[in-house]
């Protein structure tokens, strides 16, 4: 029995939703999600992955149907009909797109803004200030810096007010990150934060552009040569993550990476606090000892990139150089 077009439409259009809404939940390319702001993120891949598999099974599921079909038969060497446009269908072909790309770009904007990277007001960035001073007299002022909107992730709207808990200031170089706190003066290696309370990154770069990826956090933002940038997140999962450079910046570009560290809030003012104690015992980590730990690392990856010693000591004796500039 030949069922009638309309049913066999209903149930072609009742399988691909179901497909497209179950691959579009089920898909596994994300990995972890381990911040706040990670779900905000998933939430619309996973709708974008539902629409781009329900599109794939349409436009495929015609083409199919269309060859075999509409194949022309053998002995058959007449044309097709002459049919030049259809209002109708195009109307439709046209209005399809034109809906979803607005539906995806309203919601990737309130994404963005529940990020904070959209409230100018949660994201300001004061600039620095400068003093006034009289010549020939003691009388100085101090004038405010220049207002501007911060380039960057700020606080999520529904926190506008509140101060990040963990300021964190990163310097990207090549090759290496640079982690300073400027409530504690402790220098890292590696981005160690506390789960579950607000950190706040102010990132800078001394020679090219650099950029902060964090893969399991849905956070990626440039480390630009003098402006400041920053990126505000809550993490939420203790563990270890790859910290690495998304934006080509030379030779060893993809050795640029390191670690993000959530501890609990336990283990990380034990953390902090033993970092305060070795640099006030004079055992702490320079910057110096960062560049050379980085050094190290290429060190050991020169035979599997066929980099010769030579490039290796020629980006050594550039370290004095850096370590100068900052």
């Not at 029995?1 to 691959?23: D, E, N």
């Not at 640099?279 to 990856?301: C, F, P, S, W, Y």
């Not at 066929?306 to 000591?313: F, M, Q, T, Y």
């Amino acid at each position: 029995m030949k069922l009638p077009t309309s049913i066999t439409t209903l149930i072609a259009g009742i399988l691909v939703t179901l497909i497209s809404l179950w691959y579009g939940q089920h898909h596994g390319w994300m990995p972890e999600a381990a911040s706040r702001e990670a779900p905000l993120v998933d939430d619309l891949f996973n709708m974008m992955m539902t629409i781009a598999t329900a599109l794939f099974l349409l436009i495929q599921g015609a083409l199919i149907i269309a060859i075999f079909r509409f194949r022309q038969k053998p002995g058959d060497n007449t044309d097709g009909p002459p049919l030049e446009g259809d209002i109708g269908l195009e109307i439709v072909w046209t209005a399809i797109p034109v809906v979803i790309v607005m539906v995806l770009s309203i919601y990737s904007f309130e994404v963005y803004n529940e990020m904070g990277g959209l409230d100018p007001a949660a994201s300001r960035d004061p600039g620095p200030q400068k003093t006034a001073v009289v010549p020939g007299t003691a009388m100085a002022a101090t004038l405010p810096g220049q207002d501007k909107i911060a380039l960057g992730v700020g606080a999520s709207p529904s926190q506008p007010a509140s101060d990040a808990i963990v300021n964190v200031d990163v310097l990207g170089l090549q090759y290496a990150w640079i982690f300073t706190y400027p409530d504690s003066g402790v220098v890292s290696g590696e981005l160690h934060v506390p789960a579950g309370q607000d950190v706040k990154l102010k990132i800078s770069a001394q020679d090219v552009i650099h950029a902060v990826w964090i893969p399991q956090f849905r956070l990626k933002q440039d480390a630009i040569p003098g402006r400041d940038t920053q990126l505000r997140f809550k993490p939420e999962v203790p563990g270890t993550y790859p910290l690495v450079c998304a934006e080509l910046c030379g030779s060893y570009h993809g050795a640029m990476r390191t670690q993000v560290i959530v501890h609990t809030p336990d283990e990380y003012d034990e953390w902090l606090q033993s970092q305060i104690a070795a640099k006030e015992q004079g055992d702490g980590l320079t910057v110096a000892e960062i560049m050379a730990d980085n050094d190290n690392r290429l060190a050991r990856h020169t035979q599997d990139w066929d980099i010769s010693p030579e490039a290796i000591a020629a980006l050594q004796q550039m370290q004095p150089e850096m370590h100068h500039h900052l």
